[in-house]
């Protein structure tokens, strides 16, 4: 068995144990660490192909482990949260980690994280002129263009701009102050409430050209933190899987 390998970052040692079970049970490798010393061996001579990362370890910061990745590569990152460690979580996903699950989680939540993660890890599928490709969503960056079904669709530039960033990340969360900062620019970052009218307008243009109702459901909103484009299973025969 010779599936990715998962470094498992987390001090707790009975949700440790039970992530690591349940993970080789569905065929990943995995690379236990329970504190930051440890995190550092295992990330320097494992070179994981993602990242599960508690942010409160004993003896180091979770942020300071995910500089540390963020530094060497683009691996994925998905870290575990208390429930009342909000701002940790924005700070983490705003230094790069790719998404959270809150604590006590289902470990079928966690699952479809890390494939969400590892499907997206190349980044979003791309049609041979450039253009990002989700089911029935082709977003053509070069040109500017939206279409449905090829249908298309007459998104503002700003409208298009909100589109493209959230696509190139699918799977992933983007928080709302990356996503201000990549549209608006630095001095927006605070403007939350800007984005959830682009969002809105998206939507019911793209719902308007979406005949299979495919798209419904795309893009997630986590109140108070971000926005997730779900990864989307492209039609049978489209596109082998990895
Ligand atoms: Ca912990």
Do not use: C
Not at 133 to 161: I, K, Q
Not at 191 to 203: D, G, K, N
């Amino acid at each position: 068995m010779s599936g990715p390998t998962v470094l498992l970052i987390e001090d707790d040692v009975p949700t440790r144990r039970a992530v690591a079970k349940s993970l080789l049970a569905h065929g990943y490798r995995v690379a236990e660490a329970g504190d930051g010393s440890a995190a550092a061996l295992a990330w320097e001579g494992r070179r994981p192909d993602l990242v599960v990362l508690d942010l409160g370890l004993p003896d180091t910061d979770g942020m300071t482990v995910l500089r540390r990745i963020r530094n060497d590569a683009a691996t994925p990152v998905l870290i575990l949260t208390a429930r009342d460690a909000e701002h940790a979580k924005v700070e983490a996903l705003d230094l790069g980690a790719d998404d959270y699950v809150t604590k006590p989680f289902g470990l079928d939540e966690l699952h479809a994280r890390v494939r969400a993660l590892l499907r997206r890890a190349g980044g979003p599928a791309a049609a041979a002129d450039g253009a990002i490709v989700l089911g029935p969503l082709v977003v053509d960056v070069t040109r500017h263009t939206v279409e449905v079904d090829a249908t298309p669709v007459r998104l503002t530039p700003r409208e298009f701009e909100v589109l493209r960033v959230l696509v190139l990340h699918a799977g992933r969360l983007v928080t709302h102050g990356r996503l201000l900062r990549a549209v608006w620019g630095r001095q927006y970052d605070e403007e939350a409430h800007y984005l959830h009218v682009y969002v809105s307008a998206i939507r019911r243009k793209l719902a308007a050209a979406d005949r299979t109702g495919a798209l419904e459901g795309l893009i997630v909103s986590e109140p108070g933190v971000g926005y997730r484009v779900s990864a989307i299973d492209r039609p049978a025969g489209s596109q082998p899987e990895p």
